[in-house]
């Protein structure tokens, strides 16, 4: 009887810990980020990119003040039927070998897109470094 009550018991913690653990999942992610994928992946939590789009994204390098700068500009879309938070972003810089040269985020002025919105975003990077071949701009991780 007392292993009976001990695999009862063991259970009841189990269930405990599980409930806690989808109960309290926004306070698991605020304190564990890297816990959102793997909740949105057993569907317990949604994406927090999903409907955001990227676009018309387009970079050019001008010089001021004597120093390179490239500025990034493009949009972001809310395509869903809900009000989403536009996270921060995430500029990559990345040489001919697909070695990341250099990263740096940024905030879009309207980081809260009503369904159907968009907002613009400048980002400027000074001095980029030299050998840079590809950008990517992405959603930064929450």
């Keep these: 009887i007392a292993a009976t009550l001990a695999w009862a018991f ?27 994928p793997i909740y949105a992946a057993v569907g317990l939590m949604e994406d927090p990119h999903a409907g955001l789009e990227l676009r018309r994204v387009t970079s050019r390098e001008i010089s001021r003040n004597g120093a390179r700068v490239l500025m990034v500009e493009g949009e972001v879309a809310n395509n ?42 400048l980002t400027e990077l000074e001095n980029p470094p030299a050998g840079a071949v590809r950008l990517t701009i992405l959603f930064d991780a929450p």
């Design 80 to 121: 869903t039927a809900k009000q989403r938070e536009v996270p921060r972003m995430r500029g990559r810089l990345f040489d001919e070998r697909d070695g990341e040269l250099r990263n740096w985020t940024f905030s879009v002025p309207d980081p809260r897109l009503s369904p159907g919105e968009n907002t613009r975003f």
């Design 10 to 36: 063991l259970g009841i913690v189990v269930v405990v810990v599980a409930g806690g653990i989808v109960l309290f999942r926004d306070h698991v992610v605020a304190a564990l980020p890297a816990a959102a």
